[in-house]
């Protein structure tokens, strides 16, 4: 099946410092990417919408200046967290929907997620 | 987006069959039901997708009656590592944004 990948898997970063996530769908192409961020025992929460050739829509609530998303191509979106911040703290998950790889209506593909501390 | 209300938690023993009920009333003529799969510290993962009536695969089965304002998720002979969140969707358009609730958190049991 269709795979999503993302780098780092974990990190840890000082306060004030950027990271910088990768997604990645490894064998189809997806003009779009989604990003969640799932605190402890909490459900997975949309955080924006990656758009291949375009900027990213932000979900309100969302500090786009603080999370910058940049769609390089068909197959890598990127989450920069800005300055960071304990608070910032969080898995963070991506998906592609697989249209061009599954005739399941909006069949998203997750990534195994980025586990982040700020410390 | 059709908002879903599922049960929180629930418990069951090993061997036994599972079934999580979800509500999505307010489900759009073009909407499909999809359930996903979360361990911790994953991401979810595709479970099974239906319209209507049954749909059955090798890992569960999706029940939606005729006014597919409901669904059930059945899964048979639960294993300690069918432990997991499970999330009840709607889903309308092929490359939509998704929304999460917030699941049902299946413990299962020795």
């Known amino acids: 099946g269709a795979v999503v990948s993302q780098h780092p898997s974990w990190v840890i970063c000082k306060s004030g410092t950027s990271v910088k996530i990768e997604c990645r769908s490894l064998?189809?192409?997806?003009?779009?990417m989604f990003w969640y961020r799932q605190f402890p025992k909490q459900s997975l929460m949309l955080m924006a919408t990656s758009n291949e050739g375009s900027k990213a829509t932000y979900e309100q609530g969302v500090e786009k200046d603080k999370f910058l998303i940049n769609h390089a191509s068909l197959t890598l979106s990127t989450l920069t967290v800005t300055s960071a911040h304990p608070e910032d703290s969080s898995f963070y998950i991506c998906?592609?929907?697989?249209?061009?790889?599954?005739?399941?209506?909006?069949?998203?593909?997750f990534g195994p997620g980025t586990r982040l501390t700020v410390l | 987006l059709a908002k879903t209300t599922q049960p929180i938690s629930m418990d069951s023993y090993e061997g036994q069959e599972v079934n999580i009920t979800c509500s999505h009333n307010?489900?759009?003529?073009?909407?499909?039901i999809t359930w996903y799969q979360q361990f911790p510290s994953q991401g979810p993962r595709f479970i099974i997708q239906g319209y209507k009536t049954k749909v059955t695969n090798e890992v569960a089965s999706l029940f939606i009656p005729a006014d597919r304002k409901s669904s059930t998720l059945s899964l048979p002979r639960v294993s300690l590592s069918d432990t997991a969140v499970y999330y009840c969707l709607v889903v309308g358009g092929r490359d939509d944004k998704i929304i999460f609730g917030k699941g049902t958190r299946l413990h299962i049991l020795p």
């Open positions: 307010n489900i759009a003529t073009n909407d499909y």
């Open positions: 998906s592609a929907p697989g249209t061009s790889v599954s005739l399941r209506r909006n069949e998203q593909f």
């Open positions: 064998d189809f192409q997806a003009t779009t």
